[in-house]
């Protein structure tokens, strides 16, 4: 689809650091698509940003990043919105759209620690901080000696937490950690066999009216196909088993030999069950692939794992 080549954008934003940054990054790249069009941020605060106190599994799930900034778009203050696609809701109200998702930074989990090197080097007892029930039931499932406990707050705030020693290590997102240059501080990354990441982890994702196609038209050569088709089979694999915060679950897909292999868990928060499953499909059928992995996970005994949440 061809669209007259934009004047102006605007573009709504969290007003952390992480989510600056990637709205400056896509900024940067709209404007080097469109030289002659002005980009502009808008920087908001959602609910998420605001309750600190409280696990996000607790307080409404992901969608408390996005709502404010959706607010925006049906104003027609915003043209897009920039989102980590691990915080976008799995279901999209039909007044919104996913017109791009950008080329992934490294999907995996991170260490962060200023005593231990990774989580085998970790004694009894040792306490690692995560906001994540994905993460929490794999440490436990795999690690039974640590102890977790619920980190909240952005990036920068996490990081102060673990240097005041209120944790032993941390486990964040490694993209994050990449993206505002503060990779020195990841000890190790996490193997995906250890901690398989989240539905979209590592990827941007840029949200618009579903009733705006030039909006779509703009951005999308902004579409890396590889990444998109990952994320929407990672997607496909948690809306179809009501993937939230409420929900520990992992799905992860990567491009081999030409096709999409795809890994899924769903657990308890104890890590005491675990439901996993692998898939491989072609690129061009991610959804197909999500669901049938879904399918699979309900199999290994998800159905039961759920509804003991």
């Not at 996490?158 to 000890?187: C, F, N, T, V």
């Not at 915060?245 to 491009?255: N, W």
Request: glycine share 8%; net charge negative; charged share 25%.
């Amino acid at each position: 689809m061809s669209a007259p080549t934009p004047d102006r954008i605007v573009i709504a934003t969290r007003e952390s650091r992480l989510a600056l940054w990637q709205a400056e990054h896509v900024k940067a790249r709209l404007e080097a698509l469109y030289p002659s069009c002005k980009v502009e941020l808008l920087g908001m605060t959602t609910r998420g940003d605001q309750i600190l106190d409280r696990p996000l599994a607790k307080v409404g799930g992901k969608g408390l990043f996005v709502k404010e900034l959706e607010t925006a778009l049906l104003d027609r203050a915003a043209d897009i919105a920039v989102h980590s696609m691990k915080d976008v809701p799995m279901e999209l109200p039909p007044e919104f759209a996913l017109v791009a998702i950008s080329e992934r930074e490294v999907p995996l989990d991170a260490f962060v620690s200023n005593k231990y090197e990774s989580l085998d080097d970790m004694p009894p007892g040792a306490v690692v901080g995560t906001s994540s029930l994905r993460r929490e039931a794999q440490i436990h499932a795999q690690y039974p000696m640590l102890a977790v406990s619920s980190l909240r707050g952005n990036l920068d705030t996490r990081l102060r937490k673990l240097d005041e020693g209120q944790y032993d290590a941390i486990i964040l997102a490694a993209a994050g950690l990449s993206r505002l240059g503060l990779g020195q501080r990841i000890r190790s990354t996490l193997p995906s066999e250890v901690s398989l990441p989240a539905a979209g982890q590592g990827a941007l994702g840029i949200e618009a009216l579903a009733d705006r196609p030039e909006v779509a038209a703009w951005m999308a050569p902004l579409v890396d196909p590889h990444s998109a088709a990952c994320v929407r089979a990672e997607r496909a694999t948690s809306r179809a088993l009501a993937g939230s915060c409420e929900v520990p679950l992992g799905a992860y897909a990567e491009v081999q030999d030409g096709e999409l292999r795809l890994r899924g868990f769903v657990a308890l928060p104890d890590g005491s069950r675990i439901a996993r499953a692998e898939r491989r499909g072609p690129l061009d059928q991610p959804e197909a692939l999500g669901l049938a992995l879904a399918a699979d996970l309900r199999a290994d005994g998800a159905d039961e794992i759920l509804a003991g949440l």
